[in-house]
């Protein structure tokens, strides 16, 4: 398959345990403190659905972080103006079935890209495509890592839990979005999933390594 062809020296892949969960926002991070210290990078969003008067669109602000052409994160037609999963607003829309091995010929790499990133679409069983799912665009590219993106609060133990057992057996990093220091629960379910689940989650993008 094409996603193998310049495979970034690191290739991670970005799922969320659900939609609006700051997928984006934790990557196009990294991506720009990466860039700054002149780690080459790229990031790919093979499909993306969105509202059609948005503002802006997951593929434009990773490519606004790594420094790409948003056509070249997402291609133009991978692109739905409707906001339901993917392959549901091609339907709405009249437009072709989505193949998810279509998708993944269509991720192409620049050559002597230190870290790549491929963020999914909502949550581990989201369709991306009418055959597949976020976890199973991962478990099809050489990506050598996932980074599981959640949200700190109230649910965040058993999301975390069904999106690991979910995704297993690939290596996985826990980043723990809109984290506060201050806040008890917060601390209590970080605290909880080292102590019973051995995940020593991260809060901050410099931690992550």
């Known amino acids: 398959m094409s996603a193998a062809v310049n ?29 700054s210290r002149g780690v080459r990078v790229a990031a790919r969003k093979p499909v993306q659905s969105f509202e059609p008067d948005a503002d802006s669109t997951d593929a434009r602000q990773l490519a606004r972080a790594s420094g790409e052409r948003e056509v070249d994160v997402c291609p133009a037609h991978r692109c739905y103006r409707l906001a339901m999963a993917p392959p549901m607003a091609a339907d709405a829309l009249q437009l072709a079935r989505i193949s998810l091995n279509d998708i993944i010929d269509e991720i192409i790499w620049p050559a002597d890209i ?27 590219l050489p990506v050598d890592e996932v980074l599981v993106v959640a949200d700190a609060g109230l649910g965040t133990l058993n999301a975390v839990r069904l999106t ?46």
């Open 7 to 35: 495979k970034p020296s690191r290739l991670v892949g970005v799922i969320g345990t659900h939609t609006e969960v700051g997928k984006t926002w934790v990557t196009a991070q990294l991506l720009a403190s990466l860039r």
């Open 114 to 140: 230190d870290v790549g990133f491929v963020e999914t679409v909502g949550g581990a069983r989201s369709p991306l495509a009418h055959d597949g799912d976020s976890v199973d665009l991962l478990k099809c």
């Open 164 to 209: 690991l057992a979910c995704i297993a057996p690939l290596p996985v990093t826990i980043f723990l979005n809109r984290y506060d220091a201050d806040d008890d629960l917060h601390r209590r379910n970080r605290e909880w999933l080292l102590a019973h689940d051995g995940i020593d989650a991260l809060t901050r993008i410099d931690e992550w390594r």
